[in-house]
């Protein structure tokens, strides 16, 4: 069944931007699994407007034929259409007093002025609050587990303007509350006890002779030293110092990236034989 509707406003969705999600965040796609968009915009209708009773006792006729087993009799039947008298739209701008019609399409549809003479291409043009018509039709939704209906859009005729109907102004809304005074412990200037804390500084590793020095300890290869509050524990007085290494085992073979410079020299530079090997200067 073909319809137009009475003149409404829109005051939910968008004619231009379609939706790619459901509810639940979740892709829409077809059910092969491709991908696909869902046009939609809720058009608020006055309850007083005698051409809204006729369109709805022919949408209400049409549905039954659709679904013959009294499920249009179920209250939980998919009608696409809210009363915005009900409490939980008492708030939402242009629904009290109204029909809410939900109108979808899958693809884009023409949004033409008032005249007909053209053909309207963005959202400056025809925007939620303004006020519209629509050529649509009604189809089965064909779910046995949640029978009712759709209400396809299939063209727009743009009718008049109204107020922007846009999302809700938080920012104004913090303005206007009075704030309650700050809890104890509370502070509007940062704690210095509530900050993390500083990166320790990081260890310079001895300089070389100016006339032959190996090359540096890279900065970043340097573990960061103890913070300044951590000691490490002395050595036993008795402590026996480690036995010499042996500079003729194969473990200590100097390689190219050592310059030239022996394992001795290096040591003496303060590396240690980890360090060494892991710097690629000695063949681990």
Same mark, same amino acid.
């Given at each position: 069944m073909e319809f137009i509707t009475p003149i409404g406003r829109?005051?939910?969705?968008?004619?231009?931007k379609p939706n790619t999600t459901d509810k639940e965040g979740r892709p829409l796609t077809y059910k092969d699994g491709s991908p696909?968009? /869902?046009?939609?915009?809720?058009?608020?209708?006055? /309850?007083?407007?005698p051409a809204f009773a006729v369109l709805w006792q022919q949408?209400?006729?049409?549905a039954r034929s659709f679904w013959p087993g009294g499920q249009t009799q179920l209250a939980e039947f998919a009608w696409k259409r809210m009363?915005?008298?009900k409490p939980e739209y008492a708030q939402k701008e242009g629904f009290p007093g109204h029909w809410i019609l939900g109108l979808t399409n899958g693809f884009p549809f023409k949004v033409y002025n008032k005249t007909l003479d053209? =053909?309207?291409?963005d959202e400056t043009q025809v925007k939620r609050g303004d006020y519209i018509t629509v050529i649509g039709n009604v189809t089965s939704n /064909?779910?046995?587990s949640k029978p009712g209906i759709f209400l396809n859009m299939?063209? =727009?005729q743009f009718q008049a303007y109204g107020t922007e109907i846009v999302g809700v102004d938080y920012a104004?809304?913090? /303005?206007?509350?009075?704030?309650?005074?700050?809890?104890?412990?509370?502070?509007e200037t940062p704690i210095a006890g509530g900050l993390p804390p500083a990166m320790p500084p990081q260890a310079t590793p001895p300089a070389m002779p100016p006339q032959a020095t190996p090359p540096a300890m890279p900065p970043q290869a340097t573990p960061p030293a103890m913070p300044p509050q951590a000691t490490p524990p002395a050595m036993p007085p008795q402590a026996t110092p480690p036995p010499a290494p042996n500079f003729a085992n194969p473990m200590y073979q100097m390689t190219e990236k050592a310059g030239g410079f022996s394992y001795e020299q290096m040591v003496e530079q303060g590396w240690s034989h980890e360090q060494l090997i892991a710097h690629g200067y000695v063949v681990a």
């Open positions: 829109i005051v939910q969705g968008s004619l231009w696909r968009i /869902k046009y939609y915009i809720g058009l608020a209708i006055a /309850k007083t407007d949408v209400e006729q049409v009363d915005g008298d053209a =053909v309207f291409t /064909k779910s046995d299939k063209g =727009v104004a809304k913090f /303005k206007e509350a009075s704030p309650s005074a700050l809890p104890a412990g509370a502070s």
